[in-house]
């Protein structure tokens, strides 16, 4: 599970800039996020790496513009 999230913040952080602070707040939330998502039974790493990516990207960025909030 830490290679994927490891992958998912390099990633993200290609298109982002993320200062220590929000780069290990970010690692935790990401790690908590797998968490739940695996006790659901996703394990499949590239799936997780979709997930983790949007989250991050919703965490940081807002939601999209599209999002009604229903």
Do not use: Q, W
């Given at each position: 599970?830490?290679?994927?999230?490891?992958?998912?913040?390099?990633t993200y952080g290609m298109t982002r800039k993320l200062?220590?602070?929000?780069?290990?707040?970010?690692?935790?939330?990401?790690?908590?996020?797998?968490?739940?998502?695996?006790?659901?039974?996703?394990?499949?790493?590239h799936q997780l790496s979709v997930y983790g990516l949007?989250?991050?990207?919703?965490?940081?960025?807002?939601?999209?513009?599209?999002?009604?909030?229903?």
């Open positions: 599970m830490d290679e994927v999230v490891d992958a998912v913040l390099i200062d220590s602070n929000r780069l290990a707040e970010s690692r935790e939330k990401i790690t908590r996020y797998f968490e739940k998502l695996a006790s659901a039974g996703h394990t499949d790493s949007a989250y991050l990207k919703e965490m940081y960025e807002g939601p999209g513009p599209r999002f009604t909030g229903c």
